[in-house]
């Protein structure tokens, strides 16, 4: 997989991808990731890359011309499955979505900053737009990093024990039951007996009863 970021503060998205699992992943060149400056993009000597928006109010927009120099240059170079347009207005980020997203080949994350990008961006060149929650963050760097950590620790080779990413939370649109590592007994508090019965398939029912019991309680809408 490769990825190409495009955005205005990169010194703002780069740490996440220089430690553990995503810079092991990188480093075993399951995944590239490339950052692009919007500001090498621009015009002029002030290098200016947004403007304020037509019809007035507050906040600045992220001019088309950068970013349309930037994704067509991109593009000459390769064939992308998406352009994603990192945006609280986009469709919420679940693992369905994450699934799906790390089975492509070559993706554009761009991260909308400000009040956003000039329409004529999303019309002309974003094919999907994704937010991360409902709540504001103040540019789509942040929410482009969750998005990559969430992908690329789905790509084949990237976790250790290739199995856990299928017992995660959320996989089966169920959460993952309680775990206990030493000691036994803590404090009084003991691990539950089955777990040190070395009785797997018991082990798995009582896995099952409890990610089913925690999602009642606590995510009884993953259910529905
Ligand atoms: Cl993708 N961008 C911004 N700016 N805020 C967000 C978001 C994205 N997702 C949730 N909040």
């Not at 200016?48 to 067509?72: H, N, S, W």
């Not at 170079?77 to 994450?98: C, F």
């Not at 991260?111 to 004529?120: A, E, I, L, S, W």
Request: glycine share 6%.
């Amino acid at each position: 997989m490769r990825i190409d970021i495009i955005t205005v503060l990169p010194e703002l998205l780069k740490s996440p991808f220089e430690a553990s699992i995503l810079k092991r992943a990188i480093e075993k060149g399951l995944v590239e990731i490339h950052f692009h400056n919007l500001r090498d993009y621009s015009k002029g000597n002030y290098k200016q890359v947004d403007d304020y928006q037509f019809g007035g109010g507050a906040g600045m927009v992220l001019m088309v011309e950068p970013i349309d120099k930037c994704i067509t240059q991109l593009k000459k170079e390769r064939d992308y499955d998406e352009v994603i347009y990192m945006t609280p207005d986009g469709d919420t980020l679940n693992q369905a979505a994450a699934n799906e997203i790390s089975l492509k080949k070559n993706l554009i994350i761009l991260c909308g900053h400000y009040k956003g990008v000039d329409q004529r961006v999303r019309d002309l060149f974003v094919t999907r737009e994704i937010s991360i929650g409902d709540y504001v963050l103040s540019g789509g760097e942040l929410a482009a990093a969750v998005l990559c950590d969430s992908i690329i620790r789905l790509l084949p080779g990237v976790l250790n024990d290739e199995t856990s990413a299928l017992t995660d939370t959320f996989q089966d649109n169920l959460l993952a039951p309680p775990v206990y590592t030493r000691p036994s007994n803590y404090k009084g508090m003991e691990v539950p007996e089955i777990l040190l019965s070395g009785d797997f398939p018991k082990i798995e029912q009582w896995r099952e009863e409890q990610a089913l019991e925690r999602t009642t309680k606590k995510r009884p809408d993953l259910l529905r």
